[in-house]
């Protein structure tokens, strides 16, 4: 199994440069060719724009000098001009690409992103140090700027341009000293390896920055989330929000401070080292037009030594940016090639239209910890018996459940699916026959038939549709509502959405159980906000809709399920009594205490409201 080995996520791994090169141009390729045709051009027109520059104010004094009159004068400046006019025309049309890298991270990398999150194993998803790094890896997508995919992708072609540029300038300058052009070097090689340094601060601190972001975004969220304003209102916990944030963000401040503060000094000893070596560079030159150098070949030469210097600049601006940019595609290469380690999966098809489950003496531990969640759980589901799942809060009642659905994988025992290991059936067809209702549902803000179907409306069947609406319950309500079945959930997307009652969103996520028509429909407390009359009617729903099927009620409330042909009832993690209602009342164990507490407190509830 994946989780439970618990080796083969690993966060530390190192990627080189080299790695994150191919990692990304190894998505321009299989994606989007376009990019790297178009960033070509702008290398190159950007060289000759720069180029131009040198070139054309040297020129216009070797025309002056040499003209024999206005008539070659103009023409010579006019061909100056179209050629400049070309180059720089050419340029700009090759700037567009940045509007391409765009489209790219917003396309394909944040795709992969959601792509991941959607399919890595759920367990995995579940933990700490996978939604640090999520955080991470998110960052890398969604921010623009020189952070990011976008900024390795900008960078590195500005970088390109920079090199090729110094790459001629060097060939142009090669008449001059060569001390002068191993000073260049020189200085430039120091300034790289200081760069480096401030490089390695950064990343020593990426994990403490990680972590600090998914703080801050975990009190975002809860202050974006509608449904928690209230208790934000009536409890006063705006103070402690905002005090953790405050504290969270200066955090982050500090750390970004004492960041700058190494890029600083980096930025300092450059402009320091880019002094002396222009200092001594115009000195020679200076030295040289009074031995005769031409004056057009001076000014040439002056282009040539400050285009060298401003090449170099260039260069350790965009490898200190690279740098950084590097760090956060590793994050992300990171997070992706774990993700993709854990997409485990069997190869077995399950060919029948009925199913059923038995669990062999499993138990679970969650990685990290050292308590067993369930201790050598048995039992079995099947189409011809209904079975309830009861015990307190805390039972490990929901992690069944996730076990059931391929969530989770057991750390002892195995579940057998129609006598096959749970582990040898592929995983995406197992999910195909499965319906779950879960205590907090995922209803979407889109309309309430793709919330039935659970796909895009131009393949969805409508009359299925209807008709698992009709079954539900909620038919009644859509007939009522303008836009009928097609009417939006929520007011985000859609401003003239409409909410439903908790009572009307069981009925719609019982229609999307119906809809799909699964063999396994899997109910964990999914009416534990309902009154007991409200949930009791709602079981006599699920009770005679589902018929047929290999379904498993969950709840903490006993008198809910008593309908059921088996009740198992869970504590600590271990099934400690088991049978029908009957006969576990006339056990008269820890089943029929509890249904005796609940028995007793709704009967003072009824007694009380006839009171008032």
Known sequence: TFMNEGNCTDWKRKYSIWSTYRFVYGMIWKYEKKILAVGTGKILTSIGAQVMGVVIPAAVIAVLEKCGGMGQYLFSMLGLFLVSAAVYGAQSYFNGIEMLEVEFRAKHGSMMLMREVCEADYEWMERKDTRENFEKGLGVMSEGGDSGMSGFLRQNTALAINILGLIIYMFAAASLEPLIILLLLAVSLIQLGIYSLARKYEESHKEERGSLWMKQRYHESVTDNIQAGKDIRLFGLRVWLLDYY??????????????????????????????????????????????????????????????????????????????????????????????????????????????????????????GSENRVLDHVSFTLSSDKKTALVGVNGAGKTTIVKLLCGLYRPTEGRILIDGVDLREINREQYFEKISAIFQEPLILETGLDVNVACEVREHLDRARCEAAMKRSGLWEKIQRLPAGMESSYGNVIDKKGIFLSGGEQQKLLLARALYKDAPLVLLDEPTAAMDALAEKATYEVYDRELAGKTVLFISHRLASTRFCDEILFLKNGTITERGTHKELLAADGEYAEMFEVQSRYYRDEKEETHEL
């Not at 880019?274 to 031995?291: I, K, N, Q």
């Open 246 to 367: 405050e504290g969270y963000t200066r955090r982050v401040k500090r750390l970004f401070a004492k960041e700058r503060g190494v890029y600083f000094a980096y930025g300092l000893s450059v402009l320091l080292m880019s002094a002396l070596r222009d200092f001594v560079c115009y000195t020679y030159l200076l030295g040289r037009m009074s031995e005769g150098m031409g004056t057009a070949e001076f000014v040439f030469y002056l282009g040539i030594v400050a285009g060298f210097s401003d090449w170099f600049s260039r260069i350790s601006g965009n490898l200190t940016i690279l740098g950084g940019a590097c760090i956060n595609m590793a994050d992300f290469q990171r997070w992706y090639d774990n993700a993709q380690r854990t997409h485990a999966s069997g190869e077995k098809v399950l060919t029948g239209k009925k199913i059923s489950i038995s669990f062999e003496n499993v138990s679970f531990v969650y990685p």
